[in-house]
């Protein structure tokens, strides 16, 4: 079976060469390879013409403005084969990726094929924040987990059955996207062998921005109730507890008790990531802050989404 592989870009020319570099190593290539440029002015679109020379299959396409999810579904549309593989120019591929990542499709086990991402970045702050974008593979229960954008592939007709991404969402557009294949009973498969290196944030306020925005797009979507009411109770207590605590000394024991057990449910996490002391202590310090922000978004998420 042959294999679109789609992407969009916006200013993103320092990621070019690497990527493609990337891509020419692949044990498997892609049978044709479509770009959605969403404008750039920093002569990424100049760059990515330049490749056409290198990659005979390579189409580039211009438009300007678009978002993630337009993007996505003009190349989709664009694609001339039956499975569809899905990237970013964020990443770098592992040799093997196009042929893992198809592989669950092409043995006829499954209509949607999730891959796998590492980061590389052993900087103590992006190490740090790659506790709360980066799973490891214990972490990951294999009937449930929904593929990213960053490493996907599925079959087109998969695409055609749900009238594609949905372009109001600007972000959280493959959480929207896997959530309706899941409703439409199409069989899902996890590959940890299909690997993308994709680094996370090496700054705390970068990080912030990100995990605040991508918070709002699964308030609009109301995806993940769970696990943010979850974080919404922890933080109510302790700030709760903190404050009682200025009411009455005795609540110190009791503040103490709960947030020695939040404390030691990251602590083991921390120990089985395997993390460096240093990134560990980061996490311990930055992990209320960011629950706060993921709160906050979430919950605005789903006030704004009532309009939309």
């Given at each position: 079976?042959?294999?679109?592989?789609?992407?969009?870009?916006?200013?993103?020319?320092?990621?070019?060469?690497?990527?493609?570099?990337?891509?020419?190593?692949?044990?498997?290539?892609?049978?044709?390879?479509?770009?959605?440029?969403?404008?750039?002015?920093?002569?990424?679109?100049?760059?990515?013409?330049?490749?056409?020379?290198?990659?005979?299959?390579?189409?580039?396409?211009?438009?300007?403005?678009?978002?993630?999810?337009?993007?996505?579904?003009?190349?989709?549309?664009?694609?001339?084969?039956?499975?569809?593989?899905?990237?970013?120019?964020?990443?770098?591929?592992?040799?093997d990726w196009i042929e893992e990542i198809i592989k669950p499709i092409v043995?006829?086990n499954s209509d949607v094929a999730a891959g796998f991402y590492l980061n590389?970045?052993?900087?103590?702050?992006?190490?740090?924040?790659?506790?709360?974008?980066?799973?490891?593979?214990?972490?990951?229960?294999?009937?449930?987990?929904?593929?990213?954008?960053?490493?996907?592939?599925?079959?087109?007709?998969?695409?055609?059955?749900?009238?594609?991404?949905?372009?109001?969402?600007?972000?959280?557009?493959?959480?929207?996207?896997?959530?309706?294949?899941?409703?439409?009973?199409?069989?899902?498969?996890?590959?940890?062998?299909?690997?993308?290196?994709?680094?996370?944030?090496?700054?705390?306020?970068?990080?912030?921005?990100?995990?605040?925005?991508?918070?709002?797009?699964?308030?609009?979507?109301?995806?993940?109730?769970?696990?943010?009411?979850?974080?919404?109770?922890?933080?109510?207590?302790?700030?709760?507890?903190?404050?009682?605590?200025?009411?009455?000394?005795?609540?110190?024991?009791?503040?103490?008790?709960?947030?020695?057990?939040?404390?030691?449910?990251?602590?083991?996490?921390?120990?089985?990531?395997?993390?460096?002391?240093?990134?560990?202590f980061v996490v311990l310090i930055l992990k209320p802050f960011y629950d706060?922000?993921?709160?906050?978004?979430?919950?605005?998420?789903?006030?704004?989404?009532?309009?939309?």
């Amino acid at each position: 079976m042959k294999v679109s592989l789609i992407l969009t870009v916006k200013n993103e020319i320092d990621n070019i060469d690497v990527f493609f570099d990337s891509l020419i190593k692949q044990s498997l290539k892609p049978d044709e390879i479509i770009i959605v440029d969403a404008g750039s002015n920093d002569g990424t679109y100049e760059k990515l013409l330049s490749y056409t020379n290198v990659f005979s299959n390579l189409c580039i396409i211009s438009s300007p403005g678009c978002n993630r999810s337009q993007g996505r579904n003009i190349a989709i549309r664009k694609a001339k084969y039956d499975i569809i593989a899905a990237t970013d120019f964020g990443c770098l591929l592992h040799k093997d990726w196009i042929e893992e990542i198809i592989k669950p499709i092409v043995d006829g086990n499954s209509d949607v094929a999730a891959g796998f991402y590492l980061n590389t970045d052993k900087r103590i702050i992006a190490l740090s924040n790659s506790f709360f974008t980066h799973p490891d593979l214990f972490e990951i229960d294999e009937n449930n987990f929904l593929p990213s954008t960053r490493s996907i592939a599925f079959k087109k007709i998969c695409w055609d059955s749900i009238g594609g991404f949905d372009e109001k969402f600007i972000l959280g557009e493959d959480t929207k996207f896997d959530f309706e294949l899941k409703k439409m009973n199409f069989n899902f498969s996890f590959n940890k062998n299909a690997i993308v290196y994709w680094d996370a944030e090496n700054s705390i306020l970068k990080m912030i921005k990100k995990l605040f925005n991508y918070s709002i797009w699964d308030g609009v979507g109301k995806f993940n109730s769970f696990y943010y009411i979850k974080k919404s109770i922890i933080l109510f207590f302790l700030i709760l507890f903190l404050i009682m605590i200025f009411i009455d000394i005795r609540f110190l024991f009791i503040f103490v008790l709960f947030f020695l057990f939040f404390v030691s449910k990251i602590i083991i996490r921390i120990k089985k990531k395997k993390m460096k002391m240093s990134s560990g202590f980061v996490v311990l310090i930055l992990k209320p802050f960011y629950d706060f922000v993921q709160s906050i978004g979430y919950y605005f998420g789903r006030i704004i989404g009532r309009k939309i």
